[in-house]
Structure formats: C-alpha cells, structure tokens
C-alpha cells in the first residue's frame, strides 16, 4: 500500500475514503437515495413539484445498480471494527460493485438516450450527461489507486469475549 498523510487515516487506522469516492457512491446509488429522499420528502416540508420531480426520477430499470451503489454506501456507513461479515465482504468487493453499477448504468442511459432513437433534435440530454458522468466515476474507480488502497483497508476485526 502507498504512504498517505496521518490525517489521511481514521481513529482505527484505516485510510479514508477520499470526497470523490463519497461522490461516486452517492451517485451510483441515486436511485436507492432518491426513493428515500421521496419517501422522506412525503413527510417532511418539501414541496410536491419537488417530490413529483423525485418520484419521476426513479424508474425500475435503474433498480439492479442502484442496489450494488447502495450496498456499498451501506458498507461504507458501516465500516468499523465490529462490521458483519457481510458488511466486510461488500467492502472488500466494492471496487467492482462500484463498477458494475457505473457500467450497467450507462448502459441503461444509453438504451434510454432519445438520441439513440432517431430522434436528434429531442432536448432531453440527461440520458447523454448521466452516462458521461458514469464513465467518469468508472474510470476514477478503477485508475485510483488511492481508491484501490482505500477499499483494501478494513478495521481489525474486534476480538471474541
């Protein structure tokens, strides 16, 4: 593993992961966020344009990496020395999830790109900029060696009683 910083270690000496690993799980799990974020909004004082554009936001299709995005956020909240084995084993296979999910994506964004449907002139260049910013996070997931390093690193398991 290379050398970073002392502050680029938590208390339990394991390096950080950095703000733009924060970001590319946040929006590889979007979809999961924004269900939540719908659900949550229901509820709260959110206004219902707000909410109608959340819900509208979510569709089926965005489910599969929405869920691998997701389950590493969920290991990453989680990472700590009493982590499950489950929690562990996401953890240490988190590169990959995040790269399966960054992939799946574009696909999904691509196939949804009314450009792709003969239909040139329609203005909708989410789909485009979604996949573009998918193949983004792809490549720093997988180039970083920063982000390589930070998913190698686990909290000692804390010992039996």
């Given at each position: 593993m290379r050398r970073y910083?002392?502050?680029?270690?938590?208390?339990?000496?394991?390096?950080?992961?950095?703000?733009?690993?924060?970001?590319?799980?946040?929006?590889?799990?979007?979809?999961?966020?924004?269900?939540?974020?719908?659900?949550?909004?229901?509820?709260?004082?959110?206004?219902?344009?707000?909410?109608?554009?959340?819900?509208?936001?979510?569709?089926?299709?965005?489910?599969?990496?929405?869920?691998?995005?997701?389950?590493?956020?969920?290991?990453?909240?989680?990472?700590?020395?009493?982590?499950?084995?489950?929690?562990r084993w996401v953890w240490t296979k988190g590169q990959l999830f995040l790269a399966a999910a960054a992939l799946a994506d574009v696909a999904i964004q691509l196939i949804d790109s009314p450009m792709l449907h003969g239909d040139a002139y329609d203005q909708t260049a989410w789909p485009l900029v979604a996949a573009g910013l998918d193949l983004y996070f792809l490549a720093y997931v997988l180039a970083s060696p920063r982000v390589r390093d930070t998913f190698a690193a686990l909290p000692v398991a804390d010992a039996p009683h």
């Amino acid at each position: 593993m290379r050398r970073y910083g002392p502050d680029s270690y938590d208390d339990n000496f394991c390096l950080k992961p950095p703000f733009l690993l924060w970001l590319a799980v946040l929006y590889l799990s979007r979809g999961f966020v924004l269900f939540f974020l719908s659900a949550a909004g229901s509820m709260a004082a959110l206004s219902t344009d707000t909410v109608t554009f959340i819900r509208q936001s979510l569709r089926l299709e965005t489910v599969i990496p929405s869920i691998m995005g997701a389950a590493v956020l969920y290991a990453l909240l989680r990472r700590a020395p009493g982590a499950s084995k489950p929690v562990r084993w996401v953890w240490t296979k988190g590169q990959l999830f995040l790269a399966a999910a960054a992939l799946a994506d574009v696909a999904i964004q691509l196939i949804d790109s009314p450009m792709l449907h003969g239909d040139a002139y329609d203005q909708t260049a989410w789909p485009l900029v979604a996949a573009g910013l998918d193949l983004y996070f792809l490549a720093y997931v997988l180039a970083s060696p920063r982000v390589r390093d930070t998913f190698a690193a686990l909290p000692v398991a804390d010992a039996p009683h």
